[in-house]
């Protein structure tokens, strides 16, 4: 009886800890359903027609909301005129990307392909320009060799196949 009791007693603790932890993390994030502790806002999705289901939550809660997939929060931007507010309008805001946990530890801020923030502007411009160094956006490689090859084989007929 003992066990049963500080079994009830320790999965209660961790559903209040879950729930405590959601709803202090809410108030920078937009208006969405009240998710369920461990599991989000999942039961409430239909993975069939997820398109439908977003739409719901967009006439509820207005074009921007905040789902939670499992513990992790999510903001949706439902309709052509919040995504073009979002990336068009305050597209400075919204240029970051998502950080990854687990990459960030193991390199240490300092990966090329999961950086984000200013070092993500910098790696970006750096690679942009010298990938233009390169001949990137410039007439390719390939067109020359084509061009070189045309000329090659109209030498070539001139010859008639002699010397």
């Keep these: 009886m003992d066990l049963v009791v500080a079994l009830v007693l320790g999965l209660s603790c961790l559903l209040l800890l879950s729930v405590w932890r959601q709803s202090s993390g809410r108030g920078k994030l937009p208006p969405g359903p009240t998710p369920l502790p461990i599991i989000g806002n999942i039961l409430q999705m239909d993975f069939k027609d997820i398109s439908k289901s977003l739409t719901k939550f967009s ?7 905040t789902l939670y997939l499992g513990l992790e929060p999510s903001v949706v931007l439902h309709g ?11 597209g400075e805001e919204f240029a970051g990307r998502g950080s990854f946990p687990l990459s ?19 790696l970006r411009r750096f690679s942009l320009m010298t990938l233009r160094n390169f001949g990137m956006g410039k007439r390719s490689i ?10 090659l084989v109209e030498e070539l007929r001139k010859t008639n196949g002699g010397w």
């Excluded at 006439?59 to 909301?65: M, Q, R």
């Excluded at 052509?80 to 305050?90: F, G, N, Q, S």
């Excluded at 390939?142 to 000329?151: G, L, T």
């Design 59 to 65: 006439k509820v809660y207005g074009p921007v909301f």
């Design 80 to 90: 052509y005129d919040a995504v073009k507010e979002a990336l068009v309008d305050l």
């Design 104 to 122: 960030e530890k193991v390199n240490r801020n300092l990966g090329i392909l999961f950086s984000n923030g200013k070092r993500w502007k910098e």
């Design 142 to 151: 390939e067109d020359r060799v084509q061009e070189e090859a045309h000329c």
